[in-house]
């Protein structure tokens, strides 16, 4: 197996010629193309081409099967010959998800599921329809193979019309077929898929072996006990990232290097490929921080894969990153802290992330682009504020703002000149910070819209509002001209990021003041068009 020797494989390839076809049994043909394919293991290749090139000269004219037209046993052994070379390809590319692969196969099951439905009339056309109905089945279970895993819909609905067969005529080698793939498409609930080691592939073999019983009891031809080795086979692959504070899996953009130097862009979670095949992932999220991971010179993380224990635990994004494992993060927060200035995160909660007790294995997660292991989090005593309809806006950066920067609950002790102790408790989470600024604001301009429907304050208030807006888009506009004039003509304004507020809440509150304005003339309306010589 894989060893690639041209030698031996021509030794166990079928017959030159035609003639010698009447001396070997029509399924022989399907196990020596098979045999042959998996010594040359490296020369298989998921296209039209590749099994027309491996097909005898008299059959290289109907590759497609789209020719067949009726039933007859001079075509069975053309038949076993395609269903090898589909097995192979099976094999081969299991587990991988590769769509070439897949549209061939779903190409030839489709093929072999119209010849199936064909009328038969006599002895002859009724063995041939059993030979095709038994190629059908290993196609299918090859095409299920491939994409193990995936709940490919594809190949699931040629699966659904497989099991809904029903006839008298249909054997029970046929239901068990179509219910073994159906169960190997959703694999592990979506979290397991299929390897190609030499214990894979064998026991793949063993489970897909193509000798179908007839009854339940069946196991003349093949122990039907070993339909069960595709356990061998199966490989945990999902990734899996997980929000460091709420352990909840997130969808995120990842990118797969393989060591070949292909690179792929897919969403997580998904099922990875073949860990040996794998460099490199690289986990890129605007919400939290980036994460490689590096299977390439890191054994431990491969074992720690194929262990089952697939998920990443990733660190969202704030102002600054308040980990203990820093020791200039940890400095500055106490220093924050001390003097009443509000932060972005807890430092009591970053402790109790890594100090939970009786926690379980270290886990993956992000600390700006290195990867910790820490123990398993719990989760934030306020998470549940950001349910109500004022914070449900705010992305992940307002929210590690809202969230108090040292919990009420610890006094903080400060030493006076005489080294007498005082003890005071922290006011610093109490003090507005920049979602409270942005709230205001939208407030703000919500009473102005409402003023333009003729609700809301009076005119007075209104204009006053209004006055403080204007001032406010004024100050930003100079500041933004002074920028651009101490670092040139080329500094277009999107560069601005903002001075307290960013840009784009800005922005947005200028879009509704000018909706107002531009609406209909009511007393929001006219309080604008009477304030015209404001500054702008």
């Excluded at 990875?272 to 993380?301: C, E, G, M, R, Y």
């Amino acid at each position: 197996m894989k060893s690639n020797d041209a030698t031996v494989a021509e030794k166990i390839d079928i017959p030159d010629t035609v003639a010698q076809f009447d001396y070997v049994r029509p399924d022989i043909f399907l196990l020596r193309t098979l045999a042959k394919h998996l010594i040359m293991w490296d020369s298989i290749i998921a296209s039209d081409r590749w099994i027309k090139n491996n097909l005898p000269s008299i059959y290289k004219r109907k590759y497609r099967l789209t020719t067949v037209r009726h039933l007859s046993t001079d075509d069975m052994p053309f038949f076993n010959i395609i269903t090898g070379l589909c097995f192979a390809i099976g094999l081969r590319f299991a587990g991988s998800g590769a769509y070439q692969a897949r549209d061939l196969l779903v190409s030839y099951l489709d093929q072999f599921k119209r010849i199936a439905r064909f009328t038969v009339h006599n002895y002859d056309e009724k063995l041939t329809r059993n030979a095709v109905r038994n190629c059908q089945d290993i196609i299918a279970l090859s095409a299920a193979a491939v994409m193990a895993g995936t709940g490919d819909l594809i190949v699931f609905r040629r699966l659904r019309s497989l099991h809904g067969h029903v006839s008298a005529d249909t054997p029970y080698g046929s239901h068990m077929a179509a219910h073994m793939a159906i169960g190997m498409l959703f694999l592990g609930g979506g979290t397991y898929t299929l390897g190609t080691s030499n214990l894979g592939i064998a026991a793949l073999l063993c489970s897909f072996y193509p000798v179908f019983p007839t009854t339940v009891l069946d196991n003349k031809c093949h122990l039907q006990a070993f339909r069960h080795l595709w356990v061998l086979a199966a490989e945990p692959r999902c990734l899996v990232p997980r929000d460091l504070d709420t352990r909840r899996a997130v969808t995120i953009p990842v990118s797969l290097t393989l060591k070949t130097g292909e690179s792929q862009l897919t969403t997580a979670p998904c099922l990875l490929p073949n860990i040996d095949d794998l460099a490199t992932v690289k986990i890129q999220s605007p919400d939290h921080w980036d994460l490689t991971l590096d299977f390439a010179d890191n054994p431990d993380l491969r074992d720690k894969f194929r262990l089952g224990d697939q998920s990443v635990y990733l660190r969202r994004r704030a102002v600054y990153t308040g980990s203990s494992t820093s020791e200039f993060s940890s400095s500055l927060m106490a220093l924050s802290d001390v003097q009443d200035i509000p932060s972005s995160s807890s430092p009591g909660y970053s402790r109790a992330v890594n100090t939970t007790p009786n926690a379980a294995a270290p886990i993956l997660y992000s600390q700006g682009k290195s990867s910790i292991q820490v123990r398993f989090p719990a989760r934030h005593l306020w998470e549940w504020i950001f349910n109500l309809r004022t914070f449900r806006p705010l992305d992940m950066g307002d929210k590690a703002l809202v969230i108090p920067s040292v919990p009420s609950q610890q006094p903080i002790e400060i030493y006076a000149r005489d080294h007498s102790e005082i003890i005071i408790w922290p006011v610093s989470w109490l003090r507005p910070s920049a979602v409270d600024t942005r709230l205001v604001l939208e407030k703000t301009v919500q009473h102005l819209v409402d003023a333009a429907t003729g609700q809301g304050d009076g005119d007075d208030t209104v204009r006053d509002r209004l006055w403080q807006l204007r001032l406010l888009f004024a100050w930003l506009d100079s500041n933004d001209d002074r920028t651009k004039l101490a670092t040139g003509e080329k500094r277009c304004r999107k560069t601005f990021k903002g001075i307290w507020l960013r840009a784009d809440v800005i922005e947005d509150v200028r879009w509704r003041v000018w909706g107002v304005q531009v609406g209909d003339n009511g007393n929001g309306g006219q309080l604008l068009e009477d304030n015209r010589g404001m500054p702008t």
